[in-house]
């Protein structure tokens, strides 16, 4: 049955092509001899038909081209002749059509409704223009299904950061098999976007969006659409995807960063005189276990005491027995409560007058304190020792510090102590003003030529709260020195073992105080600066920026209200905790410390959040006495990982640096990439009634993209943390 159709088949060509070549010999004959087109040849055209079909209908698109030099692409087709067949072979039907327009030699016709894998026929009469004759071309095909084009797959990062630049993939396939197609792939994300693509008949292909960024810290939709697919498809319902990117202004980078591998605690200063008869004759009796039980319930983790040879040994043959007995069992007592609390203790040698110029003696008996407070007191918990309170403040030379630390540390060798206690240099302040011994001066020769006998660097910050920028500044400041100006060699952990937010001495009508008794906050009613909540704030700030820079661990200046020698009675007002009488109120800055405290522990490590511009890190000139930080105010986090999974962000946002009551601005949004997915935290705020206090906010679940998002009052400060509290 087949050999005998294709036979008719051809017999019914050459009856056409006589017909149409009857019909146009007048005008052929007309034309004149100088045509390029060849006559002596009946192959001088070609054509291919491809005949699509799918639920609109089914077209034939026949194009007709030259086949020889000379032949002009025809613009149009005045014969057609097109036969259709059923599925069994047999002629269905004959069409014929007659000036059909064909730009470029192509032409299409209407085939109406007809299934797939059926014959079609076409002849055509070509009359190329350029000849004296007309060409008849036949050609068969088959109807086939028209494409269908899917977007199967729209792939990027689940989280990306404003601005932070990304890909987007799509993959289109074609899924009836029959054809494939060229088209263009737009990108929601991206107004005018076109890409051309080009798909394999039930293949697919792939295309991507590069460098696509955004705005807004909001979850984005990634619309990826097919159009002007060619040829046209079946199915047009199903050419577009999406997938959803989550745009966050902060984020843990996929690549963790780890900024210092193992946290050295925060805490704070203990007055090592607390139980000495200076400060008991001011603290009741009664007072002291609440001191003491606020003092553990805060939980520090790093904890500074001095130990004065005047005081403690009688070194300037002031103090008789029993005062500096009493004065040295003060400090084992005060030792004892801070490894009561969980915190690691430094020990610090305070005054070197003496010690400057008998540096054997001298570290000798400091050796002996720390030998019999480990081990016949059992207080093991002594890990640091310093030698020198801000010696390039004072009158102590590079040559004498050296040989002091040299001391101490062949006599903690010689007890067996070393391992135990090891040693932090410097303790520096800025000093700017004086180049021989400001705190680059110092710490360029302590690394030069101290570095093998001291384990860490310590330096002391304090600024005015109306100047907040002064401690971004010195810890810039301070970086750059220990991370750029000593070479790699020379480098330590780094610590800030004292910093305080100051206020003013004098405010409206109130006592002008001496000059280092900085107490007035400026508001109506001159109130002391360590009862405001920008104390707490700003001091949580600079733990949070400390992180950020790597330092190691931090202790503020102090923990609670006691005296520490005659000249200080009445100057020690920088305390977390208000002074006796007071019943040792609770400040805001307690509160905050307290936060920082229990979210974090010693030993984890310390993550960069991401974005971190430039002037995250530096300033425009260092070594500059007063100078401010070019930081502007935004949201600053810091962020912590344990060792067993463990993982807390605190931040605040310095917008709020300089309030002392609720906000009256809407409450910041927080938007944080780069968390486990599905994975619920807790919120803890910091003053977010505006009293100062700590509360439990409601717990964030982070998304499958691993995005948390909640509000915090620009007052306040928060924690996400996995750690429970209470």
């Known amino acids: 049955m087949s050999h005998h159709h294709h036979r008719s088949a051809g017999s019914a060509a050459i009856t056409v092509a006589a017909v149409l070549a009857s019909a146009l010999v007048a005008a052929a004959g007309a034309r004149a001899d100088d045509s390029t087109c060849p006559s002596s040849t009946g192959d001088a055209y070609r054509m291919k038909l491809q005949a699509?079909?799918?639920?609109?209908?089914?077209?034939?698109?026949?194009?007709?081209?030259?086949?020889?030099?000379?032949?002009?692409?025809?613009?149009a087709l005045k014969k057609i002749q097109v036969k259709t067949y059923a599925a069994d072979g047999t002629l269905e039907r004959t069409r014929n059509f007659t000036d059909r327009d064909a730009p470029k030699g192509v032409a299409n016709i209407d085939l109406g409704e007809l299934p797939r894998d059926r014959r079609v026929e076409a002849?055509?009469?070509?009359?190329?223009?350029?000849?004296?004759?007309?060409?008849?071309?036949?050609?068969?095909?088959?109807?086939?299904?028209?494409?269908?084009?899917?977007?199967?797959?729209?792939?990027?990062?689940?989280?990306?950061?404003?601005?932070?630049?990304?890909?987007?993939?799509?993959?289109?396939?074609?899924?009836n098999g029959d054809v494939g197609a060229t088209a263009t792939a737009h990108l929601s994300a991206i107004p005018g976007s076109a890409e051309p693509v080009e798909i394999p008949r039930g293949g697919e292909t792939t295309v991507k969006f590069n460098d696509v960024s955004f705005g807004s810290a909001v979850?984005?939709?990634?619309?990826?659409?097919?159009s002007a697919a060619s040829p046209g498809e079946t199915d047009a319902a199903n050419n577009s995807?999406?997938?959803?990117?989550d745009v966050?202004?902060?984020a843990l980078p996929?690549?963790?960063?780890?900024?210092?591998?193992?946290?050295?605690?925060?805490?704070?200063?203990?007055?090592?005189?607390?139980?000495?008869?200076?400060?008991?004759?001011?603290?009741?009796?009664?007072?002291?276990?609440?001191?003491?039980?606020?003092?553990?319930?805060?939980?520090?983790?790093?904890?500074?005491?001095?130990?004065?040879?005047?005081?403690?040994?009688n070194a300037d043959r002031t103090h008789p027995s029993p005062e500096f007995l009493q004065n040295y069992d003060s400090v084992v007592k005060v030792i004892q409560l801070a490894q009561e609390s969980g915190a690691i203790v430094d020990v610090s040698y305070q005054n070197l007058a003496n010690a400057r110029t008998t540096p054997a003696a001298s570290m000798a008996k400091f050796a002996a304190f720390l030998e019999d407070v480990v081990k016949a007191h059992g207080l093991t918990n002594v890990h640091w020792a310093e030698v020198g309170n801000e010696p390039n403040s004072g009158n102590v030379t590079l040559d004498q510090y050296n040989a002091l630390y040299r001391a101490l540390d062949a006599q903690l060798k010689a007890r067996g102590l070393r391992t135990q206690i090891q040693l932090m240099g410097g303790g520096l302040v800025e000093n700017a003003v004086n180049p021989a011994r400001d705190h680059y001066a110092w710490m360029k020769w302590i690394g030069a030529n101290m570095s093998d006998v001291v384990d860490a660097y310590a330096e002391h910050i304090y600024w005015t709260y109306n100047d907040a920028g002064r401690l971004e500044y010195r810890l810039r400041d301070t970086w750059h020195l220990m991370n750029e100006v000593l070479p790699p060699e020379q480098r330590k952990p780094v610590y800030m073992m004292e910093f305080g937010i100051r206020g003013f001495n004098t405010c409206g009508t109130k006592p002008v105080l001496p000059t280092q008794l900085q107490e007035y906050y400026r508001d109506d009613s001159c109130t002391d600066i360590w009862r405001t909540n920008?104390?707490?704030?700003?001091?949580?700030?600079?733990?949070?920026?400390?992180a950020q820079l790597g330092v190691a661990g931090t202790s503020k200046w102090d923990a609670f209200w006691a005296v520490y020698d005659r000249n200080s009675v009445n100057q020690q007002l920088y305390w977390m905790t208000g002074p006796p009488g007071e019943d040792y109120p609770l400040t805001p800055t307690y509160n905050a410390m307290w936060l920082f405290f229990h979210v974090t522990a010693p030993g984890w490590q310390i993550i960069g959040v991401d974005p971190w511009?430039?002037?995250?890190?530096?300033?425009?000139?260092?070594?500059?006495?007063?100078?401010?930080?070019?930081?502007?105010?935004?949201?600053?986090?810091a962020a912590y990982s344990g060792p067993n999974g463990e993982l807390t962000i605190i931040g605040l946002d310095t917008h709020g640096r300089d309030l002392n009551s609720v906000a009256t601005d809407p409450a910041p949004s927080y938007s944080i990439g780069g968390l486990p997915p599905n994975t619920t935290f807790d919120l803890d705020l910091w003053n977010a009634t505006g009293d100062g206090t700590n509360t439990a906010g409601d717990p964030v679940t982070t998304n499958d993209a691993g995005v948390a998002r909640f509000d915090v009052p620009l007052q306040a400060a928060f924690a996400l943390t996995t750690v429970p509290i209470s």
Do not use: M
């Open 613 to 637: 511009q430039a002037d995250d890190s530096s300033v425009p000139r260092y070594e500059t006495e007063g100078h401010a930080s070019n930081d502007q105010p935004e949201k600053e986090l």
């Open 534 to 546: 920008i104390a707490g704030f700003q001091q949580l700030w600079f733990n949070v920026d400390a």
């Open 52 to 75: 699509l079909t799918g639920p609109a209908g089914a077209d034939l698109t026949l194009t007709v081209d030259a086949a020889v030099d000379g032949c002009a692409v025809p613009k």
């Open 123 to 175: 002849d055509v009469l070509v009359d190329p223009g350029t000849s004296p004759r007309t060409y008849v071309v036949h050609a068969a095909t088959k109807t086939l299904l028209r494409p269908d084009l899917v977007v199967t797959k729209v792939v990027s990062k689940k989280q990306t950061l404003v601005g932070s630049p990304v890909s987007v993939t799509a993959v289109i396939a074609e899924q």
């Open 248 to 250: 966050t202004e902060n």
């Open 219 to 226: 979850p984005v939709d990634l619309k990826v659409d097919v």
């Open 254 to 313: 996929e690549q963790k960063n780890v900024l210092f591998p193992s946290l050295g605690g925060y805490g704070a200063q203990f007055n090592n005189h607390l139980y000495a008869p200076i400060s008991t004759a001011k603290i009741p009796a009664d007072e002291y276990p609440d001191i003491e039980q606020k003092v553990k319930d805060l939980e520090p983790q790093l904890v500074r005491i001095f130990y004065n040879d005047n005081w403690e040994e």
């Open 241 to 245: 995807r999406s997938a959803r990117i």
